[in-house]
């Protein structure tokens, strides 16, 4: 599929991109306010225009050739834009070939079992996009921070230890590998929020009477404990942006740029894909004829 801005949201998305191997230490080498060359959010509009339009027809393609499946992972601290990236990111697309997956503190049946089936669950099938915005990841962010979490999950002493952060880690790298292979492809962002902005939002929450809904006091809680999660997100993005399911960190301070570089990786994940429509042989195209000739002869 060629479009004018195909390539220039491909080479945004491969620049927010973590090349496995590397070393992640948040905030070191992230800058939340990068807007990619961009100045001003008029600059931006026409590219996320174009990407609302070319995802619109890749999910089109993704859905009529029926052979792979997108799992677009989204994590971010409290207020980064994850709904709103979502919503219109999204806005394009027939709402038949897209699901979106919340996750919030586990029942207890979930908690009953092992610490991926409820992510397991809610997969998207073969054709379909599926955004998990909060994921599997929070099983080595949030539980990580708040150990309590991890005490609730009626665990066998040989499934707790001091290693449980490794093994989990490794436990996601083994269960994404094992989706890629079967084609449910795997993306993964993180919208990289500064505190001040946090601060800035949380506070607009407090302000604005229509945002007054949104706002939670375990949100200034959370803020609380920032560099825990700074450190937890750095240990996750090292270890498990692998070839198979890379992570991209997306700057988040600005949402006119957040928003297209979203676009930008899901892009570059269904470009990687390539979905075409299904090309008919000799046998069907002679079978369409017959019914085309048939629907002629039937005028009344
Ligand atoms: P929100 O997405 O802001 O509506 O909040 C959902 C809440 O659920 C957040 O505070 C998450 O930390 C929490 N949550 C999500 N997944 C888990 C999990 N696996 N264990 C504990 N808490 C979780
Ligand atoms: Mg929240």
């Known amino acids: 599929m060629s479009d004018e801005h195909l390539g220039h949201l491909r080479h945004l998305a491969r620049s927010l991109r973590v090349e496995p191997g590397t070393r992640v230490r948040l905030p070191h080498g992230f800058d939340p306010g990068h807007t990619g060359g961009y100045v001003r959010e008029a600059d931006a509009a026409g590219a996320l225009a174009a990407g609302v339009r070319l995802l619109s027809s890749y999910q089109a393609r993704l859905a009529a050739q029926d052979s792979y499946g997108l799992l677009v992972v989204l994590q971010a601290l409290d207020a980064a834009g994850k709904d709103g990236a979502v919503q219109h990111v999204m806005s394009g697309v027939n709402p038949q070939g897209v699901w979106v997956r919340s996750f919030k503190v586990p029942?207890?049946?979930?908690?009953?079992?092992?610490?991926?089936?409820?992510y397991t669950r809610d997969l998207p099938p073969r054709g379909v996009i599926g955004?998990?915005?909060?994921?599997?990841y929070e099983e080595v962010l949030v539980v990580r921070v708040h150990p309590e979490n991890l005490e609730r999950q009626h665990l066998p002493e040989s499934a707790r230890g001091k290693d449980v952060w490794e093994r989990r880690l490794r436990g996601i790298n083994d269960w994404e590998r094992h989706l890629v292979e079967n084609g449910i492809q795997v993306v993964k962002i993180f919208l990289n929020l500064s505190p001040e902005e946090q601060r800035r939002r949380l506070?607009?929450?407090?302000?604005?009477?229509?945002?007054?809904?949104?706002?939670s006091a375990a949100d200034l809680a959370e803020r609380g404990h920032w560099h825990d999660y700074q450190r937890a997100y750095s240990d996750a993005l090292t270890h498990t942006s692998t070839e198979a399911a890379p992570w991209h960190v997306v700057p988040a301070d600005h949402k006119w740029f957040a928003r297209v570089a979203v676009a930008a990786v899901i892009i570059d994940a269904l470009a990687a894909i390539d979905p075409r429509f299904p090309e008919l042989?000799?046998?069907?195209?002679?079978?369409?004829e017959t019914a085309r000739a048939q629907l002629i002869a039937m005028k009344e």
């Open 131 to 136: 955004i998990y915005n909060r994921s599997h």
């Open 281 to 288: 042989g000799p046998d069907e195209h002679a079978a369409l």
């Open 107 to 118: 029942s207890a049946d979930e908690l009953n079992h092992d610490f991926l089936w409820r």
């Open 203 to 215: 506070l607009a929450r407090i302000d604005d009477p229509d945002k007054n809904w949104k706002f």
